[in-house]
């Protein structure tokens, strides 16, 4: 659909930004809706980010979201944040409001639910103990989420224990640190496993996990999506696991700021799949 001088803006900050799937995931849906809107690129050098920010309402734009490696950053040039944004340290989504100011939140987490629940129906995070590994921002999203959603038990596995440990005391309540050594031992009784790391993504080191100590009733849900089933997922969906993968975390994050900016509560839909997985094959 061809955009007017009426159009509304929003875009994605990053550095670097080609590589976001951002532009075709909002493309597609301003398309699907025939919304007089764009959704670009910015390309913002880390020494700017707080100047870029701050003059989005002066360019027209009714907010963006923010990649790495700004979302901790972003939270510190907003005018007001969601308060969870602050246990989870970090924002994606930024929205200008009508008084003027900018108010950032994170959707991480519910993207990382409503993917579970769409695609598990009766999905509950009180079943069992969860198992997260990594502890860095993505790790933070979810095992907040997994908080605020009634789980009662959190493993938190990580490289570096320390900072497993440390995370587990900021976030506090039934959060726990467990070293990577230990992480075999830790899937034992677990209903749900996520792997909140880089580990098995395309150009990227194999997560070496034995999962014999998990439960075939449990989950398993990895948040990489390129490749779209990784060897976690292809390995626990051949014990008899139900398996989720990563893309739809992807694509539920990004509903609350396209509704905030065009109006419109976007559906995921298989087609929207479609397109944002043809575009990770031509990359």
């Known amino acids: 659909m061809s955009i007017t001088g009426a159009a509304k803006l929003a875009g994605v900050v990053g550095w670097p930004v080609a590589h976001s799937r951002s532009p075709a995931l909002h493309g597609y849906w301003l398309n699907e809706y025939k919304i007089d809107g764009a959704y670009v ?6 020494e700017n980010l707080r100047r870029a920010i701050q003059a989005m309402p002066l360019l027209g734009f009714a907010g963006c979201n923010v990649t790495v490696p700004f ?3 972003a939270l510190r040039a907003v005018d007001d944040y969601e308060p969870i944004s602050k246990r989870i340290g970090s924002i994606n989504t930024i ?4 008084n003027g100011r900018l108010f950032g939140f994170s959707t991480d987490g519910y993207g990382f639910l409503t993917n579970l629940r769409s695609s598990l129906v009766g999905f509950n995070a009180a079943a069992g103990p969860a198992v997260v590994l990594g502890a860095g921002g993505a790790a933070r999203a979810v095992v907040t989420a997994l908080l605020d959603d009634g789980a009662t038990e959190v493993r938190l596995v990580n490289r570096t224990p320390e900072r497993a440990t440390k995370l587990a005391k900021e976030l506090g309540g039934p959060v726990r640190g467990i070293a ?3 992480r075999a031992e830790a899937l034992s009784g677990a209903m749900l496993l996520v792997n ?4 098995g993504m395309e150009g990227q080191p194999a997560l070496e996990l034995p999962l014999d100590n ?9 948040i990489v999506y390129v490749p779209l089933e990784t060897p976690l997922l292809a390995a626990a969906r051949s014990r008899g696991n139900r398996v989720v993968d990563g893309l739809g975390m992807l694509l539920y994050q990004a509903q609350p700021g396209f509704e905030a900016w065009f109006g ?3 559906e995921v839909t298989q087609g ?7 575009t990770l094959k031509r990359s």
Do not use: F, G, Y
């Open 71 to 73: 979302k901790e950053d």
């Open 272 to 278: 929207l799949r479609d397109a944002v997985l043809a």
């Open 95 to 98: 929205v200008l409001r009508p």
């Open 41 to 46: 690129p910015v390309p913002i050098r880390p």
């Open 180 to 182: 990577w050594e230990s």
């Open 214 to 222: 998990l439960p075939h009733e449990a989950v398993v849900n990895d």
């Open 196 to 199: 909140a790391t880089s580990l």
């Open 264 to 266: 419109v509560k976007p």
